[in-house]
């Protein structure tokens, strides 16, 4: 067995969680988190949970930064012998994972690079930097990294680490939801058919859902676009789109909010183009990208340094800058032919299943941990 450590409580909602829930699928570990949000209380697991969990007791929140108090399950964590892997960008989880391999040299401690942070100017900003510093310095003293994409191996390469120590394991689907993804058929649009969109994501400032609204309105064939997910950004959002919609005369938007797995599954079947917009390289890599091409969905994503968004819905038919200010072009483009929307389909299928499916996943992860009581 594999111990894991991350800031949130799994499966949750976000990436870091979903992956972590489907190393503990296979590893059958006990999985440690902060439980930041007190997830653990307030709501049901968005996806069955079949392993063990433990919380550990944290400092009150400075801002996002949560630090582990000492503890006897923080004690057991740190003395014990089997396989850590912790769930970076965390603070709290690196200070662990450092501790643990200064315990026991011995012990095998990685870590998983989920994504790189977007220095700005403010305070946070500042911050972030600083723990991304420390983080970056502190990784050649594990055992190993592991990370999503080969953009973001390529990158860490440069910041220092060692190549040999630096592994790829790009993220993956339940078993159950790649069964029902695979089930869909292909997308077949005939001409005249609107160009059916769908977004999932949290609404907030740097998903830019305003930037694929505006896009839109710009088209001069009719679409219809469907906004699945919550959150601070959902009511003005909504006043952009009545607002776009109502001057372009050619668009539908529906906000559907947060839905469950199966009316999920049920939106993703009436799409044929998913997009997401954001603007920021800790948006690293989309699982929902993975759930649209496995449905036979090609998912758009900009191509933004320190980012593997824009590389995993890259396909051979739609060759475009994935770049904010392209998006309108490409949207037009796929609006006035149903025939590329179809050869994208098939397409968005095949790079799931060479790339990505379970099949490859599986392999590729018993590569990295061939043995739960490996050292080094």
């Not at 501790?99 to 403010?122: E, G, I, K, N, Q």
């Not at 819905?313 to 490409?330: C, H, I, N, S, Y």
Request: with cysteine.
């Amino acid at each position: 067995m594999i111990l894991q450590l991350l800031r949130e409580w799994p499966p949750g909602y976000g990436g870091v969680e979903r992956v972590a829930h489907e190393l503990a699928s296979v590893w059958g570990g006990t999985v440690y988190s902060f439980d930041a949000q007190g997830l653990a209380q307030r709501q049901q697991d968005a996806l069955p949970v079949t392993y063990r969990r433990q919380r550990l007791a944290c400092t009150v929140p400075l801002g996002r930064l949560r630090l582990p108090l000492p503890s006897r399950a923080l004690w057991r964590l740190l003395r014990d012998p089997q396989p850590l892997h912790g769930h970076l960008p965390s603070p709290g989880v690196l200070l662990v994972l450092l501790l643990a391999r200064l315990l026991r040299r011995r012990r095998r401690v990685t870590a998983h690079w989920h994504s790189f942070l977007d220095p700005d100017p403010s305070l946070n900003g500042v911050l972030f930097e600083l723990y991304q510093r420390l983080a970056l310095w502190g990784l050649p003293l594990l055992s190993a990294v592991v990370t999503t994409s080969p953009l973001l191996a390529q990158e860490l390469v440069r910041c220092g680490c060692r190549p040999e120590r630096v592994q790829v394991l790009p993220c993956c689907l339940s078993a159950a939801q790649e069964a029902l993804a695979l089930a869909l058929p292909p997308r077949t649009p005939r001409q005249g058919d609107p160009l059916r969109l769908i977004f999932i994501g949290r609404l907030d400032s740097y998903k830019r859902l305003d930037w694929l609204l505006e896009a839109l309105a710009t088209l001069q064939t009719p679409w219809q676009l469907a906004v699945v997910g919550d959150g601070p950004q959902r009511l003005a959002l909504e006043a952009l789109s009545q607002a776009l919609v109502a001057a372009s005369a050619w668009g539908c938007v529906r906000f559907h909010g947060r839905l469950p797995e199966a009316a999920k599954q049920r939106e993703l079947a009436a799409a044929e183009v998913l997009v997401l917009p954001s603007d920021r390289c800790h948006e690293a890599f989309g699982i929902v990208q993975l759930e649209a091409m496995a449905a036979g969905i090609p998912a758009l994503a900009f191509q933004l340094p320190r980012s593997g968004m824009g590389w995993v819905g890259q396909l051979p038919d739609l060759d475009w800058p994935q770049t904010p200010e392209a998006l309108p072009a490409v949207l037009q483009r796929l609006a006035a032919s149903p025939g590329l929307r179809a050869r994208l389909s098939v397409q968005a299928r095949e790079r799931y299943q060479r790339l990505f499916a379970r099949c490859i996943w599986e392999p590729q992860l018993q590569r990295l941990y061939p043995a739960a009581d490996a050292t080094g």
